[in-house]
């Protein structure tokens, strides 16, 4: 079916379209052409302007206009697909539409294309307007080429993340949580280390502003970081190609989670091996991006590297993103035990096994080993002097992962819709409390206890010599050891659980 | 029974603290319409929501038009209409832009004048062009049930669809169904009002608590459910006529004016011996009704708890 044939993305037009476009149009053409009035000052009277050269000012004002493209199609795009989504779906408009024989793939389309429309043009007059500075600027028609390319994409790629939110967020507005939150952090890390950051190419943040060929400004120490290819594990590759192929490797799978939801809201919208094959990418492009600073001889730099170190440690900062990712993929592909409970009707079997082939546990355990070797790649050449900061960093992420999802089942089985709120409850209490006690009675070894700190401390002593003296790696592990105790406990409460939920399987009461 | 378009086998619904839907099975075939009856919480929606697909079953089969639900849920879905017992419009959109969205998706043949036809079938032609936002609640219901109409699909499934509509509304979806009924559709409807249903329902299944407590046609309900109370007028003879029925066997005898009513324990054909009986024997009988025919009344004595 051609896209002007779905009854989706065609009744989303009409939606749009009714709800009007022309003062949205004007508003952005009105932003795009006081900046090319701008450029057009500075040409007519360069005297009046602190640019050096006519490129100079163009590359400023162009790089203006996409910003407002950015924030028109990608964050505004975002927010329009998710709470569109959002709403059609608590409408009962979505189930009204999976009755018809629309296949999920038309209706997923449908959305995609069809609930951003406004933002859409909006950034088409933008980028009208742009090629016209890029022109008037004299800058290379692959600056704009390239940059409306990576814009494009990276709607098309958070677009798909944007129908997945749609899909499962209860309230139509909290859609805006996720642009809300890339906003907020991606800053926080995209400047930090530049080359080495794989947020920077799963947005295109460096391919952006390495477009804007920043090598006449490499002297100076900010843009120094933004110029030349990055490497995965010591091979270049141009850094839109990078981008490109990290957003369509990526897009794959979240096309596929928000197909099956479509199709079917009772099921998990990954599939397990996805979830493993998607965190395997993730994780491999980011150690494959930071190879080149140690070359597997962490802790010691390599030569020529700069010497990151001093100012960020970059694989803690990795160590905590790789919990991150993994509690996102755990949370997804974890089953509801009401899932699980329904099965065992239809089988028959309501035994521990299913419980355990069911949960998340066995996944957790799969990307604990792929966390485990994507960190070997680090510290492999070096592992006999370094087992130790391994040991530690991987008994730290074997601690976080099972505690994580054994909480998350525990929580779900026992608390149900509250379970959320238990959740984040004691991740907080596990993660983050030791740190505001060590602040509050000036005792840093309270902070050591928290789940992430052996991890993290023992990436962080990447030049040998550390603040926590020559024994600290063995405290850590004493740490890690401890804290597999509360793994422990948790499980005895989790299979407790499991089997309650059984017990009512086996005696279902009758309706109210 | 004709042929069964729609069968229902074991099916199970569960929720996490209750079993919405047990064991039930049922059929509907061309040309029945079947009165899904049941309190609030019988599970009417959420059987009609798993026949549909919507809802996931635990257990049990669903065929439409010979379609099973589990293997070729795309085909079935060209077989059903449902319509829900709220009413998911586009707001923006007029009565006429939110039919060619179905009209598309169902990849309708000559969608204008079918949506025409359902326009006008469902008294809306004059609002076609009107906003989904600026129609009353009626008129919405109306709106749906010309989107479930629109593929013309074999069977249809509708949830409460005279909760909306005003009493004008209501005669003119009796006609509606009656129509279907006479066009070979198989249509399952639920609703509480169960005397609108009495006049086109050729069946009923009764739910409660998630179990079918009975299904069947209406005579055999009416059967089912034992005694029933008969009413008899006559012209003249009344005397006679009462002696006829005090030998009969029937209970409760009252006379009225030109007439009596009483219960009556046998079976159908007793009752038209008896009815034989008063007319050889000269009583002049002009009104003949049984009101264990009304589903009320089967549902009363059903024993469900809850009528609402």
């Known amino acids: 079916m051609k896209l002007s044939e779905n009854p989706i993305f065609l009744t989303q037009k009409r939606l749009v379209h009714r709800a009007g476009v022309l003062a949205a149009i004007l508003i952005a053409a009105l932003i795009g052409l006081s900046l090319l009035s701008g450029l057009i000052a500075y040409l007519s009277a360069p005297i009046s302007f602190g640019f050096r050269s006519p490129q100079e000012a163009g590359k400023v004002f162009y790089g203006w206009i996409i910003g407002v493209e950015i924030l028109v199609l990608i964050i505004g795009g975002f927010g329009r697909i998710s709470k569109v989504l959002a709403e059609d779906r608590k409408a009962g408009l979505l189930d009204s539409n999976r009755l018809t024989p629309l296949k999920p793939a038309q209706i997923v389309i449908g959305y995609w294309f069809g609930a951003p429309l406004r933002e859409v043009y909006m950034s088409a007059v933008l980028a009208g307007i742009g090629l016209v500075v890029v022109l008037l600027g004299r800058l290379p028609l692959t600056l704009w080429f390239g940059t409306q390319i990576l814009i494009v994409s990276t709607a098309l790629f958070l677009g798909l993340l944007a129908v997945l939110m749609g899909l499962v967020i209860q309230r139509p507005q909290n859609g805006a949580v996720v642009p809300a939150l890339l906003i907020v952090l991606l800053p926080l890390f995209s400047f930090i280390m530049p080359k080495y950051m794989l947020s920077n190419f799963l947005l295109p943040v460096y391919s952006i502003v390495n477009l804007f060929d920043t090598r006449e400004l490499a002297d100076e120490h900010s843009f120094r970081d933004w110029s030349g290819s990055p490497e995965i594990f010591g091979v270049p590759i141009p850094p839109v190609v990078l981008t490109l192929g990290l957003q369509i490797g990526i897009g794959i799978f979240l096309w596929r989670a928000a197909v099956r939801k479509t199709a079917n809201p009772f099921r998990s919208p990954l599939f397990r091996w996805e979830a493993v094959v998607l965190f395997g990418i993730l994780l491999f492009a980011q150690h494959g991006l930071m190879w080149g600073v140690w070359h597997g001889h962490f802790p010691e730099l390599s030569v020529g590297t700069r010497n990151f170190a001093d100012e960020a440690p970059m694989l803690s900062i990795v160590h905590c993103g790789t919990l991150l990712l993994a509690a996102i993929v755990l949370a997804f592909a974890s089953p509801l035990p009401e899932r699980v409970r329904l099965e065992a009707l239809r089988t028959g079997v309501g035994n521990f096994p299913l419980a355990f082939s069911r949960s998340a546990l066995p996944l957790a355990l799969v990307l604990l080993a792929v966390a485990g070797i994507a960190l070997l790649t680090q510290c492999a050449a070096e592992i006999s002097s370094n087992w130790m900061i391994f040991t530690v960093a991987f008994g730290s992420l074997l601690d976080f992962f099972l505690v994580f999802v054994l909480l998350l089942e525990f929580c779900r089985l026992r608390f149900k819709r509250r379970a959320l709120g238990f959740v984040c409850l004691w991740l907080f209490v596990l993660c983050v409390l030791p740190f505001i006690l060590a602040g509050v009675f000036s005792e840093a070894a309270i902070g050591r206890l928290s789940l992430l700190s052996p991890g993290v401390l023992a990436l962080a002593n990447s030049q040998g010599s550390n603040d926590y003296g020559s024994a600290e790696p063995d405290f850590l592990l004493l740490i890690v050891l401890a804290q597999f105790g509360i793994a422990v406990l948790l499980f005895f409460g989790w299979r407790d659980q499991w089997r309650r939920l059984f017990a009512r399987a086996a005696a279902i009461p009758q309706a109210k | ?308």
């Open chain 2, 1 to 308: 029974m004709s042929s069964p378009l729609l069968t229902i086998e074991h099916l199970r619904v569960d929720f996490p603290e209750v079993v919405a839907v047990n064991d039930l099975s049922l059929t509907v075939g061309a040309g029945d319409v079947c009165g899904l009856i049941g309190p609030n919480g019988a599970g009417k929606t959420t059987t009609m929501r798993a026949i549909s697909g919507l809802q996931e079953s635990t257990r049990g089969s669903v065929r439409v038009g010979g379609h099973e639900l589990a293997r070729e849920p795309d085909e079935l879905k060209k077989c059903l209409g449902f319509m829900p017992d709220f009413c998911p419009v586009y707001e923006q959109l007029t009565a006429t832009e939110f039919l060619d969205h179905f009209a598309r998706a169902y990849d309708v043949p000559n969608r204008a004048s079918r949506i025409f036809e359902c326009l006008e079938l469902t008294w809306l032609t004059e609002k076609r062009n009107a906003l989904c936002e600026e129609l009353s609640r009626g008129m919405k219901q109306r709106l749906v049930l010309a989107k479930t109409l629109l593929p013309d699909p074999k069977v249809l499934l509708l949830d409460e669809p005279a909760s909306g509509l005003d009493p004008l509304g209501r005669i003119e979806l009796r006609k509606i169904l009656l129509q279907l009924r006479d066009a070979g559709k198989a249509v399952l409807i639920s609703s509480h009002i169960l005397t609108e249903l009495s006049g086109f329902c050729n069946t009923a299944a009764i739910m409660e608590r998630g179990k079918l407590v009975t299904f069947g046609t209406i005579a055999e309900l009416g059967q089912k459910m034992g005694r029933r109370r008969m009413s008899v007028k006559w012209r003249a003879d009344g005397g006679k006529a009462m002696d006829i029925l005090k030998s009969a066997n029937v209970k409760n005898l009252e006379a009225a004016d030109l007439g009596a009513t009483f219960d009556f324990d046998g079976n159908a054909d007793a009752l038209d011996e008896l009815l034989k009986t008063l007319v050889v024997q000269g009583v002049r009988v002009c009104e003949w009704r049984g009101s264990g025919d009304d589903l009320e009344q089967i549902f009363l004595q059903s024993g469900a708890k809850e009528l609402m």
